[in-house]
């Protein structure tokens, strides 16, 4: 086990989780699985990193897990993260916030900063997060391994504490691609408790790359470049050249408004989802002379700073007179942004780019402003507002020894073609292989 504590785990298991095998061999053989704590496990605490929901014990299993029981998986704990996945360093947390494996002085990334960091550290073989406008992808790329976000639909959301719903989605992160695959063959299709997923299944794909059309997105590759992350996700590009790709520059003009677009509609659903923690329904509850007061000393107590912000913004973008101005608006830009992509993707198979502006900030550098945190989520909220695949995986180290992650990004319901691009690039390099010092495997 570690010789380091990240405060990754929210609770471990005493016994691991599992289930006795019903049918034949279990395709995941005992594979030992995280879980982010906003996703319920039948019969354990789930907190959302949230003192609202402290006490609270899940009474059924999401979808997800209860596909990954029956498939032979071991859940050993559940995994820290920002208050309602809220964030983008797993600072938000009401339990503190969990370190980087790679430089105890850093953030992991967020929000499933928890579920990154305990696959950076071997502590599971692989783990869940949830994505809604980069919680899996910015995580991994800080904590150098490998994170998918599915297409929107492909994973059912049944027993996902909902952040936004018409953006949130469940993926798995694990030090491979190969991992990284057989969880999301496990946990994608049609689920008759989530009506948004679609009749899919997950089949695996060797795609060639002699030949494939690659797209680096001008929009992604020119704002805010750090040269280090600039030159591994350059190599990265370079071996697909070296394959047989053809590469161009590609643009995405509406992309540059996709991180104000996602700070509208986030909030603006986040407020409506948040309204059912009102000290009735749930166990934590402050007392009052009136339902208000018990409404208002609950949630202003319950809820941390990050998610008063947010539901304040959220209600106001959907209030009378300025519905139209903000939350509408912002709904335009998000179908123009899902345009560009639909254009790019009739002359290109994938896009790269890399997945964070910066490396792994240091603790505390942003909390104390907002929109700085929010710039974290620049390259990864444009995939969420048109509910594309994406992957992350690691494609470097800085000279410091910090992990550099790059971004493919696919057609709807093309994760196999993702899946087999990553496969292959790990096949010839080893970045995912690397484990921070202090880790015994
Ligand atoms: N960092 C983004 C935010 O704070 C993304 C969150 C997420 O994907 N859950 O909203």
Redesign the pocket.
Known sequence: MTKTNLNAFLQTCDQPISRESTEGKKTLDSLTLAVKDNIMVKDLPVTAGSKILDGHIASYSATVIERLLDAGAQIIGKTNL?EF????STENSAFGPTLNPWDQTRVPG??SGGSAAAVADRLAQASLG??????IR?PAAFCGVTGLKPTYGSVSRYGLIA?ASSLDVIGPLAPSAETVEEVFAIISGQDPLDQTTVDYTYKPLEQSIDGLKIGLPRELWELYIDPEIKRSVEQHVHFYLEHGAVISDVSLPYLPYALAAYYII?PAEASANLARYDGIRYPHSQPGQTIAEIYKKTRGQGFGAEVKRRILLGSYVLSVGHYDEYYQKAQEVRNLIKRDYDNVFKSVDVLISRTTPTLPFALGSRTQDPLKM?Q??LLTVGV?LAGLPAISLPSGFSQSGLPIGSQLIGRPFCENVLLSLAKQYQGETDHHQQQPKGTDG
């Open positions: 920002d996945a809220m964030g983008s967020g929000s949830s994505d809604t406008g980069g919680s910015q952040l986030l929010y974290a989520d969420n």
